[in-house]
């Protein structure tokens, strides 16, 4: 055989096993029900309006951005498989 049909299916062999484990990952993937992950957005507005309501001289402001990072951040991490993620919002410009 030549070198080159040796390199092609030496290729096929390799390739076909890491193209099924990807498309395998990609169908399992816990991101295909991130809709449905628990809480979703109105629940957060909802939760944020009642434990930290908006003020106009914005009291609340550094509270409820701690709060929102904290619905974020357990929103994946309450999530099975648990995914580790971190959350804190800088500071304007």
């Known amino acids: 055989m030549k070198r080159t049909t040796m390199a092609l299916i030496l290729g096929a062999c390799l390739a076909t096993p890491v193209g099924y484990y990807t498309y395998h990952r990609i169908q399992t993937a816990p991101h ?13 507005l909802r939760h944020l309006d009642t434990h930290a309501p908006i003020s106009p001289d914005g009291k609340n402001h ?8 904290d619905l974020f951040k357990n929103r994946y991490r309450r999530h099975q498989p648990q995914i580790a993620v971190g959350m804190r919002i800088l500071p304007g410009r």
């Open 62 to 69: 550094a509270r409820r951005e701690a709060l929102y990072a």
């Open 32 to 44: 295909n029900t991130f809709p449905n992950w628990p809480p979703d957005t109105a629940t957060i």
